[in-house]
C-alpha cells in the first residue's frame, strides 16, 4: 500500500545538525512533488519545504531559509530534510507528505507519514 | 505571512450540523482555489478531507463538504458523528511557492 515512513529524529543541541529521511512506498516516487511539515508540541501544522518530481525546483518557509535543506534521491524512493542550526523552535514532529496528483503542484498533501519527532535542546 | 485565522474550537450534537471558517486574505484564501482541510486525531498524522475548496479525496464521506466566498473557506460536516472528533486544519496556497496553515479548530461532538 501507499506509505511513507520518516526517520532520524531526535535530540540535537542547537546549532548541530540533523537529518530526516523519509521512504516512501506503493506508488511511482519519482511522479510526485512532496513536501516537508512540522507541528511544534500542541501546536499546529506548519509548512517547511517542498520539492520537484524531479528534484530541481525546491521551496522553503521564509524561517527555514539558509538552515534547512531538502532533497530527494529517486533512486532510492526517499526524501530528505538536513537540518542545520537547529534552534529551541524547530522542536516539532516532522512530517513527510505527497503531493496528491502526479507533476502537478496544488499544494494539497494526501498521504502522510507517522512523522519524526526533533528535539532541539542543550 | 500570518497564519490563517480558524475558531479554536467548535461544537455540535450527534446528527447535527457545524461549519468551521478560515479567513485568510486576498493573497492566499481569496486568491487561489487551492484551500484544502485536514483532519487530525490525537496523535495521528493529518488526513486530508477537502481540496480545492470542494474536492473530496476518495473514502471521505459526503457528509464533508467545503465552500469559500471572498477570503473565507469553510468546511462543513453534516450529520455529525462521534467519529469526527478531532481537530481540523485549513491551508492555503499563499503565492510564491508558499503554502499557509491555519492555527486549527478543535470540533466536540457533545
Known amino acids: 500500500q501507499v506509505q511513507l515512513v520518516e526517520s532520524g529524529g531526535g535530540l540535537v543541541k542547537p546549532g548541530g545538525s540533523l537529518r530526516l529521511s523519509c521512504a516512501a512506498s506503493?506508488?511511482?516516487?519519482?511522479?510526485?512533488?512532496m513536501s516537508w511539515i512540522r507541528q511544534a508540541p500542541g501546536k499546529g501544522l506548519e509548512w517547511v519545504s517542498s520539492?520537484?518530481?524531479?528534484?530541481?525546483?525546491?521551496n522553503y518557509a521564509d524561517s527555514m531559509k539558509g538552515r534547512f535543506t531538502i532533497s530527494r534521491d529517486n533512486a532510492k524512493n526517499s526524501l530528505y530534510l538536513q537540518m542545520n542550526s537547529p534552534r529551541a523552535e524547530d522542536t516539532a514532529v516532522y512530517y513527510c507528505?505527497?503531493?496528491?496528483?502526479?507533476?502537478?503542484?496544488?499544494?494539497?498533501?494526501?498521504?502522510w507519514g507517522h512523522g519524526t519527532t526533533v528535539t532541539v535542546s542543550s | 505571512q500570518s497564519a490563517l485565522t480558524q475558531p479554536p474550537s467548535a461544537s455540535g450534537s450527534p446528527g447535527q450540523s457545524v461549519t468551521i471558517s478560515c479567513t485568510g486574505t486576498?493573497?492566499?484564501?481569496?486568491?487561489?482555489?487551492?484551500v484544502s482541510w485536514y483532519q487530525q486525531h490525537p496523535g495521528k498524522a493529518p488526513k486530508l478531507m477537502l481540496y480545492?475548496?470542494?474536492k473530496r479525496p476518495s473514502g471521505v464521506p459526503d457528509r464533508f463538504s467545503g465552500s469559500k466566498s471572498g477570503n473565507t473557506a469553510s468546511l462543513t460536516v453534516s450529520g455529525l458523528q462521534a467519529e469526527d472528533e478531532a481537530d481540523y486544519y485549513c491551508?492555503?496556497?499563499?503565492?510564491?511557492?508558499?503554502?499557509?496553515f491555519g492555527g486549527g479548530t478543535k470540533l466536540t461532538v457533545l
Open positions: 486576498t493573497s492566499d484564501v481569496g486568491g487561489y482555489n487551492y
Open positions: 520539492i520537484s518530481n524531479g528534484g530541481t525546483l525546491k
Open positions: 480545492e475548496v470542494t
Open positions: 507528505a505527497r503531493e496528491v496528483r502526479p507533476y502537478y503542484y496544488s499544494y494539497t498533501m494526501d498521504v
Open positions: 491551508s492555503s496556497y499563499a503565492g510564491s511557492n508558499n503554502l499557509l
Open positions: 506503493g506508488f511511482t516516487f519519482i511522479d510526485y512533488h
